[in-house]
């Protein structure tokens, strides 16, 4: 029976984040799976040793890739936030101006001149599509 085992690489960068450097894979004929995976394992830990890598399992180079993509999926989430946080700011800041209120200011001043001015008025008809209902 042929058994084969796959394990991605992964080396850290000169910021000393994880990223996936390639893939080491051995294979072998073997009598029993137990006996050849332990066999195969022990080969594949030597090579991951001999090329220097950070991975030393296949499960720590899983958990490592799921890491990695649960943390792009949080910082694409994140910077969505920002930005959206950024815009709700800048339209605070207008409607405060508008209401007369300096939003630069740590303190909560009031410009008493807009205050004091007439604003524009505009006349606003409600119209309804329900029928009348006479009680």
């Known amino acids: 029976m042929l058994l084969e085992i796959s394990v991605p690489v992964y080396r850290r960068d000169r910021w000393g984040r994880l990223e996936k450097d390639g893939k080491i894979q051995v294979s072998s004929e073997v009598d029993t799976l137990s006996e050849g995976y332990k066999s195969l394992k022990q080969e594949l830990d030597a090579l991951l040793t001999e090329v220097d890598a950070e991975t030393r399992l296949a499960e720590t180079g899983l958990r490592l890739q799921l890491e990695i993509d649960e943390n792009t999926r949080k910082l694409t989430e994140l910077a969505k936030d920002i930005e959206l946080a950024s815009e709700h700011y800048k339209n605070f800041k207008v409607f405060l101006q ?37 009680f």
Request: hydrophobic share 35%; charged share 25%.
């Open 98 to 134: 508008n209401l007369g209120i300096d939003p630069i200011k740590k303190q909560l001043t009031f410009d008493k001149h807009l205050l004091l001015s007439s604003g524009p008025v505009s006349d606003v008809a409600a119209k309804s599509d329900l029928p009348n209902y006479e």
